[in-house]
């Protein structure tokens, strides 16, 4: 009996922290949109990649 009112506590735990994380990541998918619509309201913005760097290889 303890063990199931342990379970049921920790997946409360687990589902209030996967509301939070879904809320973040919906608050971060809005704001790299808005972010997006900045970058190409601006025009030609190059695109920076990164340079390879002797000796070592790219990851990937």
């Known amino acids: 009996m303890r063990e199931n009112a342990q379970l049921r506590a920790r997946n409360r ?3 209030e922290h996967l509301a939070l994380a879904m809320a973040e990541i919906q608050r ?3 704001e790299d949109h808005r972010l997006r619509e900045q970058l190409d ?3 030609a ?3 920076l990649r990164p340079r ?6 790219p990851a990937g």
Do not use: Q
């Open 13 to 15: 735990a687990l589902t």
């Open 28 to 30: 971060l998918a809005l």
């Open 41 to 43: 309201a601006r025009g």
């Open 45 to 47: 913005v190059p695109v």
């Open 52 to 57: 390879p760097t002797r000796g070592r290889h």
